[in-house]
């Protein structure tokens, strides 16, 4: 398979890599938001987080927090993001599931560029009650 997480997880490709157990590999992505910006990737591969295993996405999670510790006291943070970018409009790159931890500092001016809505009239249930519908 064609995908740049799969050759690293059969360490086809170099990584630092900071973590692995038999599920889930955690490595510094290689063009860091800060230095320290960490991936962490289930061993299986799978498109996004609608499609990663149940038991898979629980591993992730786990290690996703171990390291996230590992970081913030190796660089002393006082916050980091954790996210998942789901679908090229939404930034992703690697269309192999994976989170990434990254490390916030004071003004270090990283934000999503957003303009706030609100709901109209009875907007805001109608949302709820639709999604509510597709929940399984
Ligand atoms: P995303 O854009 O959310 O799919 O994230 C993919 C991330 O993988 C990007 O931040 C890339 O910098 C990172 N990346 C791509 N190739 C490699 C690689 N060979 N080693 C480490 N990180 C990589
Ligand atoms: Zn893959």
Redesign the pocket.
């Known amino acids: 398979m064609d995908c740049?997480f799969c050759k690293?997880v059969r360490h086809e490709?170099p990584?630092e890599i900071l973590y692995e157990n038999d599920k889930v590999i955690a490595?510094?992505?290689?063009?860091p938001i800060h230095y320290g910006?960490a991936?962490v990737i289930p061993k299986t591969h799978c498109l996004d987080f609608l499609s990663v295993k149940e038991s898979d996405l629980h591993d992730v999670l786990h290690v996703t927090q171990k390291v996230a510790r590992a970081i913030v006291t190796t660089l002393k943070l006082e916050g980091f993001n954790i996210f998942?970018?789901n679908g090229r409009i939404a930034?992703?790159?690697?269309?192999h599931f994976?989170m990434?931890i990254t490390p916030r500092y004071p003004d270090d001016n990283i934000k999503f560029v957003l303009q706030l809505k609100s709901y109209d009239g009875g907007a805001m249930a109608e949302y709820a009650d639709k999604i509510r519908h597709h929940i399984l």
Do not use: K, P, T
């Open positions: 740049v690293i490709l990584a490595i510094l992505d290689i063009n910006h991936l998942s970018n930034g992703q790159s690697v269309f994976h990434h």
